[in-house]
């Protein structure tokens, strides 16, 4: 919805003066992604091209640039942002303080095999990512550590984080404490408790053949690649840092702030490195002044997500124009007469969500979005439960966001598998065909939009009834 505070952005041509950009941005990210170039730094180029097509076609190019400075400036970015560069920091210092090499000794003490080891990733991560409700919070605490102790078992390289990332999103969908359950929830006039109950069945049968998948494709990597840093030496000496991540699940369990257990658990940490003697304090600051060079574990963490976030950042500021632009209110009126049964308007909404997930890579702000419509369209035009519209809603937006190969998922995973040691000998694009539990998600449905199963009238009128009794109108 536009504020009042805030005008509309006009463009040229309308519709497609406002979505050319959005295609100046697809054309070249793809483009980079197939010709195996995929990465956060180069994507700068055509996010900024976009932005230039964004002022060349407005009809006030100020108005469009107060509206990209807004995007930009949004609370989200900042937590965001802030949350990567500290997720950074922690990577570094379980890095330098050898935890991965007292996991991988563990790992192997207990014969543990690299062929399972994306499947128990997966299982970890679906278990966090349910607890805490945050796909990014769990790529934070897993990808910088199970990633390169998969590859050193032998794991398959583009599966570890295909499975780190389904697992983030499998969470993000059913987890009542998620921002995205929440806010399908509540846009479709129903509570979460109902909610979560009713899109189980999908999510499960996903994450179930995911799981199969992880097994069939989990294995075929090399072990203990000879020129791995962490493979040199095995030693259970770090596994005494298992303690830091064990600290930031624990808050995110309790629900503290995502950047107050990032920071608490850092600094402790680097005091446990320090008590233990596994880190030096000169190595978290080093300033070479002959070369006019800082580095160190904090400002290495920082800088080794520093891409991403300047990518994170320009791109927040074109996903301001898609509500300043009046984008939704465009597309209602273009797909009225598509939504004339209930299996059409499923399939409108489906394709809506999917170009609206990649054209902002931020399934809560779509889904918040496009609730509006969807209700309109889909509760109250066709007689769908809310739970079902909202089931949808969650659903395509969580398995849209696994297989987009600039979404933040994906790209932060395989930055925490760059930095990490272990050998990257893949692009980013190669792991979409892993991405398991995104396909299945789809596909479950798709097919569920396609035959009418879960959308029955005594599943609405059950629904409407128990609505109508807590006084909401649906």
Known sequence: MISENNERVEFRGGLLGLTLPFAVLFIGIMWLALSGKALPMAFWVPTLFSILAALLLAKKPADCARAIISGMSSEMVAIMLMAWFLAGITAQLLKATGLIQGLIWLSLSVGLKGAYFPL??????????????????????????????GVALGANPPVMVAAIVCAAYFGDNIAPVSDTTIASAYTQGTDVPRVVKTRLKYAFIAAGLSCVLF????????????????????????????????????????????????????????????VSGLLSPASLLVINMDQFT????????????????????????????????????????????FTKTPRSAELMITALLIIMNLLTVASTIVIIMAGPLAKKVLVQKNAISPERSANILD??????????????????????????????NFSLLSTIPYMFHGWALLAVMLFSILTGWGRDRTEFAGAAAGLAHSGKTV
């Open 294 to 337: 800082v580095g160190g574990i904090i400002a290495d963490g920082i800088n080794s997500l520093m891409d991403i976030a300047v990518f994170a950042f320009l791109l927040m500021g074109l996903v301001g124009l898609l509500e300043r632009g009046g984008f939704l209110e465009m597309v209602t009126e273009r797909t009225e007469r």
């Open 215 to 274: 097994v069939v494709f989990g294995g075929g990597g090399e072990t203990l690649p000879a020129g791995a840093p962490f493979a040199k030496e095995l030693s259970p000496d770090g596994l005494i840092m298992l303690l830091v991540p064990a600290l930031l699940i624990t808050l995110m369990f309790r629900e503290v702030h995502l950047i107050v257990a990032l920071i608490f658990s850092g600094a402790f940490g680097i005091l446990l490195g320090i």
């Open 395 to 424: 659903a395509v937006s969580a398995g849209a966001m696994c297989l987009i190969p600039y979404g933040f998922g994906p790209l932060l995973a395989y930055m925490f598998a760059g930095s990490s040691g272990a050998a990257v």
């Open 120 to 149: 128990v990733t997966f299982v970890i991560g679906c278990l966090l990512s349910t607890a805490t409700g945050t796909a990014i919070g769990t790529v934070i605490a897993l990808g910088p550590i199970l990633y390169p102790v």
